[in-house]
């Protein structure tokens, strides 16, 4: 796809960057004048994608996440990718009330939360080489 503007950034998998993504994207978005709705909703999509790099991807281990932000056709597209661990069953750990991390007194709402704020949301992960979450949402320009 060829974007109108897009950035990539890495940042360490700890769990204090993940309030940067929500800052990031924020600047990223506001140039192209979304509601207030609508940055809350990306936000929000992207710190449940963040926080599951970082809890699920590396659980504890170093590690760096990938944040990229594009922009084309009135629509912001989003990806967060990390080298961790992966996902062995995509299809059940985007059931809602599934963690892999009861003991953390996980929700396991992760994906539903991304799926209910975001238009589209697409997993791909491989085991031993990591997951790459990309979501899309157009905005309404109002």
Not at 20 to 28: A, E
Not at 48 to 70: K, P, R, S, W
């Amino acid at each position: 796809m060829k974007y109108e503007n897009e950035c990539v950034t890495y940042f360490a998998a700890k769990s204090q960057n993940e309030s940067l993504t929500r800052v990031l994207v924020t600047s990223f978005l506001a140039t192209y004048d979304p509601t207030v709705s609508e940055i809350t909703d990306v936000k929000t999509a992207v710190s449940e994608a963040v926080t599951n790099a970082i809890i699920h991807g590396y659980e504890g281990q170093d590690g760096m996440v990938e944040l990229f932000c594009g922009y084309a056709e009135e629509t912001i597209y989003i990806e967060v990718a990390d080298k961790g661990k992966g996902i062995g069953d995509i299809t059940r750990a985007m059931e809602p009330l599934y963690t892999s991390k009861p003991e953390l007194e996980r929700s396991g709402m992760g994906f539903t939360i991304m799926e209910a704020f975001m238009e589209g949301i697409m997993v791909v992960s491989t085991p031993n080489l990591g997951t790459r979450v990309s979501m899309y949402k157009k905005l309404s320009r109002e």
